[in-house]
């Protein structure tokens, strides 16, 4: 049985670039949620999907949208990266509102 | 957004000996999540707590679901070197919210 498991695994970008990142969730689970992790802090919300919808979302600017397929797994994409968007990118996969189980992250560096 | 107080910042024990953790906040929160981080992973989920008073164990770890439900406690009794980590509680206001995370407690265990 599958974990939740993310792409890539480290990425470098620079100012202005556009990033795609990518989510598999654990088998059976049909929620994707995205955090920001900046170094030596906790991770941050950024939104949820659940049924192809983003249900939830924190205080992150619109340059920030994600996508859900049918299959249950997940996008984040980035737009206008600013230096301040490097950070690892974790998604946490979980059936509905229930406990939330993570991937091993994208790190994402922006020069 | 909701703000998560981990105390402490942390800690410098030796093997054998008992850790103690916890996490407050000025809301009432529904679910209590413990996860431990190893550098450059994801957090992986430790303990699950979802009535008040609830007390759950896995292992050497003992987590409790403050009655205020305000707070929770994790407790590692003794440690061992694989122990070093991050720890992070997390917390849910209410099904199909988002879950706020704590800055985290960083543990360090000396043979």
């Known amino acids: 049985d599958a974990g939740v498991t993310q792409s890539p695994t480290h990425l470098i970008k620079t100012r202005g670039q556009q990033v795609t990142l990518r989510c598999s969730p654990k088998s059976g689970h049909d929620t994707v949620s995205w955090y920001q992790q900046a170094l030596g802090q906790g991770p941050q919300f950024i939104f949820q999907y659940y049924e192809e919808e983003e249900r939830q979302r924190g205080n992150f600017p619109d340059r920030f949208s994600g996508h859900q397929f049918p299959n249950y797994s997940s996008e984040l994409n980035v737009n206008a990266l600013l230096l301040g968007d490097s950070a690892l990118y974790l998604c946490?996969?979980?059936?509905?509102?229930?406990?939330?189980?993570f991937g091993p992250g994208t790190r994402l560096t922006v020069l | 957004g909701q703000q998560l107080n981990q105390s402490p910042q942390s800690m410098f024990i030796q093997e054998g000996e008992d850790v103690s953790m916890n996490c407050t906040s000025s809301s009432i929160f529904n679910t209590w999540l413990w996860y431990k981080q190893d550098p450059g992973e994801g957090p992986v989920l430790l303990i699950a707590?979802?009535?008040?008073?609830e007390l759950t164990s896995n292992g050497r770890l003992t987590a409790q679901f403050g009655i205020t439900r305000k707070d929770s406690f994790l407790n590692i009794s003794a440690s061992i070197p694989s122990d070093v980590g991050i720890y992070f509680c997390a917390g849910q206001l209410n099904n199909f919210n988002k879950f706020y995370f704590g800055s985290g407690t960083k543990l360090n265990v000396k043979p």
């Open positions: 946490a996969s979980s059936l509905g509102a229930d406990t939330q189980y």
């Open positions: 707590l979802y009535k008040a008073g």
